[in-house]
């Protein structure tokens, strides 16, 4: 089992920037990828970023240039800097993790609201 905790989110101005982070504990030592995904109302959860156990990243079109994940395995944290930020980037972040041959973990979700 892996337990995740996130932080950080909350309400900023079109234009400004928010850091997440996402603490695991359990049976980190398994963890392979780490990312970050979002639901604004009414959609469906999409990824935002990823990142391997190597230090390889994917990123949604949309959150390019603005967004950057980043990952300290000492920690079992995972970071999203979120720069820039635009009104459409409102939503719930999740953190997920994936071990390798198990179910993904998720977080329980952190609100981003983006005024204009």
């Known amino acids: 089992q892996v337990q995740l905790v996130e932080s950080g989110g909350g309400l900023v101005q079109d234009g400004g920037s928010l850091r997440l982070s996402c603490a695991a504990s359990g049976r980190t030592f398994s963890i392979n990828t780490m990312g970050w995904y979002r639901q604004a109302p009414g959609k469906q959860r999409d990824l935002v970023a990823g990142?391997?156990?190597?230090?390889?990243?994917n990123y949604a079109d949309s959150v390019k240039g603005r967004f950057t994940i980043s990952r300290d395995n000492a920690k079992n944290t995972v970071y999203l800097q979120m720069n820039s930020l635009k009104t459409e980037d409102t939503a719930v972040y999740y953190c997920?993790?994936?071990?390798?041959?198990?179910?993904?973990?998720w977080g329980q979700g952190t609100q981003v609201t983006v005024s204009s």
């Open positions: 997920v993790v994936g071990i390798p041959g198990s179910k993904p973990y």
């Open positions: 990142i391997t156990s190597g230090g390889r990243t």
